[in-house]
């Protein structure tokens, strides 16, 4: 798997439970992009999470610092905090040497090195993936398959803050079935509150009791009980397809119901293992 991410709250959740799903896919690479927070603090989240998790190796491409055509940057501290994490992380894990390439040009780099080997999974705004479509069009076609945190309506917070590249994206050429998009409208509805957390905290480990903190500040920055963790359902349906119990054809493929029961059975379970 490569993610292509904005590393923010439920983001570092997602890249957490992805770690713990060595099994059923290895995560290969992050592209990291504008959104949740500045792409240099994206950058230094996404190796804080990936070094807790034990993927340290994981090499990361940045990515762009804005949106395509120059405009605004609209970054998410209301919601996930001036750092992006919530403002948990005392000390962050020694940064990672990351990628010589930019994000787009290494995107583009390992669909035509490996056509049909790699899932692509974003969860942050599309610029890199549009930009990487600018080098090599049929990108999408060349990835096993590609599942977007997103949504074609003009609400979708990853669509808002880059409404040019999700165009481009989401028009461009895909084989039917291997484009999916999980948009905020299904994602809300998957959350999680105090249970989790208790077991979260119980489970005694770094990485969960990490994830115990991030989902009790997301709570808490939203002044909510529970609360949904986006980008992680997305995640986990691309490794769990079966877990989409209902979705419009494509391309894309628009989710519109999943298992809950069993994606957060799963989340639990993964976050609360042993790392090793």
């Not at 994602?187 to 509150?193: E, F």
């Not at 009791?209 to 920055?221: N, T």
């Amino acid at each position: 798997m490569v993610v292509d991410t904005d590393c923010g709250i439920d983001d570092a959740l997602a890249l957490l439970y992805l770690a713990g799903r060595r099994a059923e896919g290895e995560l290969c690479a992050v592209t990291t992009v504008h959104g949740n927070a500045p792409v240099d603090a994206v950058v230094a989240n996404a190796g804080h999470v990936l070094g807790l998790a034990g993927r340290a190796d994981v090499p990361d491409a940045v990515g762009a610092a804005g949106p395509l055509g120059g405009a605004p940057l609209r970054t998410a501290p209301g919601t996930h905090g001036a750092d992006g994490l919530g403002d948990v992380v005392a000390a962050r894990t020694p940064p990672r040497v990351v990628v010589d390439a930019p994000a787009a040009e290494y995107l583009a780099g390992l669909a035509r090195d490996r056509p049909g080997h790699y899932d692509l999974l974003t969860l942050g705004p599309l610029t890199n993936v549009a930009l990487a479509l600018d080098l090599e069009p049929a990108l999408l076609t060349l990835f096993r398959s590609v599942v977007v945190m997103g949504g074609p309506g003009p609400d979708e917070t990853n669509v808002r803050r880059d409404p040019e590249a999700a165009g481009r994206v989401l028009r461009a050429p895909a084989p039917a079935g291997r484009l999916t998009v999980v948009g905020v409208d299904v994602t809300a509805t998957v959350v999680v509150g105090d249970d989790a957390v208790r077991r979260l905290r119980a489970a005694g480990r770094e990485p969960a009791g990490f994830a115990a903190a991030l989902v009790e500040r997301y709570r808490s920055i939203r002044e909510r009980t529970v609360t949904p963790v986006h980008d992680v359902l997305a995640a986990a349906l691309l490794l769990r397809p079966d877990w989409i119990t209902a979705s419009r054809p494509g391309p894309p493929v628009v989710v519109t119901d999943v298992d809950r029961v069993a994606f957060l059975a799963g989340f639990l379970d993964t976050l609360t293992m042993d790392f090793g």
